[in-house]
């Protein structure tokens, strides 16, 4: 039974690897400029170590 499972793990491993080397940035970018994803901010309160305490 594992030597006929051999076969498609290869299969989906090649697959996968390709995938991720050829398309996941472009496709990222794509949802990043129509607005799918949105790249985290930084919270202020790294910035300003005692806006966190005023504003409570």
Partial sequence: MV???LPYTIVLTLVGLLCVEF???PVTDWLLAHGWLVTPQPALS???PGFARAHQ
């Fill in 23 to 25: 398309t996941l940035m």
């Fill in 3 to 5: 030597w006929m499972a």
């Fill in 46 to 48: 790294q910035f300003l």
